[in-house]
């Protein structure tokens, strides 16, 4: 069983920043990709970053300049650092981890955390 468990959520004013971790917990599991996607009220799902074993990283359009997404390999652990956050920013983020398991590729997501920032 792989498990995520994302922690650092809550509620900040428009400006603020707010630090989102994920630690991944499972035997057997090699993760190659570690994420965090969003969804807000009425809304899809939508990534926001991703970043790979080899540290390369990826960022919605969106957030790009004001969102960081970091990993300690060791840990199995992904972090992602909010800035100058604003209303639009507003959603339940999810993290998810991706590799082999079992010989299959496999996704496994967590339970996701709030972020609502006030104007």
């Known amino acids: 069983q792989v498990q995520l468990v994302e922690s650092g959520g809550g509620l900040v004013q428009t400006g603020g920043s707010l630090r989102l971790s994920c630690a991944a917990s499972?035997?057997?599991?090699?993760?190659?990709?570690m994420g965090w996607y969003r969804q807000a009220p009425g809304k899809q799902r939508e990534l926001v970053a991703t970043?790979?074993?080899?540290?390369?990283?990826n960022y919605a359009d969106s957030v790009k300049g004001r969102f960081t997404i970091s990993r300690d390999n060791a840990k199995n652990t992904v972090y992602l650092q909010m800035n100058s956050l604003n209303v639009e920013d507003t959603a339940v983020y999810y993290c998810?981890?991706?590799?082999?398991?079992?010989?299959?590729?496999?996704?496994?997501w967590g339970q996701g955390t709030q972020v609502t920032v006030s104007s």
């Open positions: 998810k981890a991706e590799g082999y398991r079992s010989g299959w590729f496999q996704g496994f």
């Open positions: 499972g035997s057997g599991f090699s993760i190659n990709v």
């Open positions: 970043i790979t074993s080899g540290g390369t990283t």
